[in-house]
């Protein structure tokens, strides 16, 4: 696979380096390398530390747990609150998938993003019984109704010669 990181990201301004480990954390969940690559394109445009702070996410899934007790402080809590890095996922969805770093600001580092992001995904995919549109609607949560059109025509672009 190496030796075609060169004209991987010509398509793009995506790093080659970057769409490499993504075509390989896909593969590892057995999931479509292209796809997670343009889910990536359409979250982040390939930024690492890209960070979004999602206050209705907060209100509606995390502040009950913070009132409960089950979540060990409001800087954790907010913490969950935030999407993260390349795939851009959710900290309190990271925390479900079983991530366990100290630091949510772990899934910035891109390995370590796109493990828990495509184990997401392949949540996603397996609770849209395969059907890629609907895994794709339920990855945006519904936010843009376009979404799953758009990534799939990015998809294309990442497919390694």
Request: proline share 5%.
């Amino acid at each position: 696979m190496t030796d075609h990181i060169a004209e991987i990201a010509h398509p793009s301004s995506a790093p080659a380096e970057l769409v490499l480990l993504a075509h390989e954390a896909a593969s590892r969940q057995s999931l479509w390398p292209e796809l997670v690559c343009a889910i990536v394109e359409q979250e982040s445009s390939w930024d690492r530390w890209a960070l979004r702070y999602e206050p209705a996410f907060y209100a509606r899934y995390v502040e009950l747990q913070l009132a409960r007790g089950t979540i060990a402080g409001e800087g954790e809590a907010m913490a969950r609150s935030f999407s993260w890095g390349l795939m851009q996922v959710m900290g309190q969805v990271a925390r479900e998938h079983g991530f366990t770093a100290p630091s949510l600001a772990a899934l910035c580092d891109p390995a370590t993003g796109l493990a828990i992001g495509c184990r997401v995904f392949a949540a996603k995919l397996a609770a849209a019984e395969g059907n890629v549109e609907r895994a794709l609607l339920l990855w945006n949560g519904g936010a843009n109704p376009d979404y799953a059109a758009q990534v799939q025509a990015r998809a294309a672009r990442y497919k390694l010669p």
